[in-house]
């Protein structure tokens, strides 16, 4: 079983739709980590979370360190969106364990 | 963005011929990582470098070997490179003070015939 395990491996959807995309892991972390991986290939930190909830723009992130789960949302979904997001949970300093990633399309 | 430029940027090589990847950060960064990232996989550590000449082995190092003799240069050698290489490899930095945020090249895309 695969310690990050992250859902739906695929998701297309509309412009202006609201998105979630979940990350479930099954180890103690210190930090949760999404990351976005546009088709040119470049990754890009979006968040690293500890506990609760960020936002920043249309993307908000939460964490229930309980559930061993966290959630992005991107509210009013827009083309430029689509990319491939990751997460990923850190163990201790150098151990980061990624998961697969979700590839979104968002339809214009 | 942080500074970081990986080079090449697209590779191709025969079996058996030796490749070497150059990371080079311009952060001052300590601690600089290399990646492979492969379809149905996560990204996966090759190898990791916590200071100049100061490396050590990830969970896919084997035919692979790194070395650091400066903070802004990271390089990875395949040594007799083979197909199972193939692969795009991603150079990433951190800062010492926040080791767990790390910040990624733009990716080697490397194909072994």
């Known amino acids: 079983k695969n310690e990050v395990e992250q859902s739906p491996q695929n998701l297309t959807a509309q412009e202006g739709e609201f998105i979630t995309i979940n990350c479930s892991y099954s180890v103690g972390i210190s930090a949760l980590h999404w990351l976005q991986q546009h088709p040119g290939g470049g990754i890009v930190s979006l968040f690293m979370l500890s506990s609760g909830k960020k936002k920043h723009g249309r993307l908000i992130a939460t964490i229930n360190i309980q559930e061993k789960h966290s959630s992005l949302h991107i509210t009013a979904s827009h083309p430029r969106d689509s990319a491939v997001y990751i997460c990923?949970?850190?163990?201790?300093?150098?151990?980061?364990?990624f998961g697969k990633g979700t590839r979104l399309h968002i339809l214009p | 963005d942080a500074g970081i430029t990986q080079s090449p940027r697209h590779k191709v090589t025969e079996t058996g011929t030796p490749v070497t990847l150059r990371c080079h950060q311009t952060e001052n960064h300590r601690y600089m990582y290399w990646y492979r990232q492969d379809p149905g996989h996560g990204l996966r550590l090759i190898h990791y470098s916590y200071g100049v000449k100061d490396t050590d082995k990830g969970e896919v190092s084997d035919g692979y070997s790194v070395s650091r003799s400066k903070t802004e240069d990271f390089l990875l050698t395949l040594e007799s490179a083979t197909s199972s290489q193939t692969s795009v490899y991603f150079c990433?930095?951190?800062?010492?003070?926040?080791?767990?945020?790390?910040?990624f090249g733009d990716g080697t895309r490397l194909s072994i015939l």
């Open positions: 990923a949970v850190s163990r201790r300093p150098h151990k980061i364990i």
């Open positions: 990433a930095i951190s800062d010492t003070r926040d080791r767990v945020t790390q910040h």
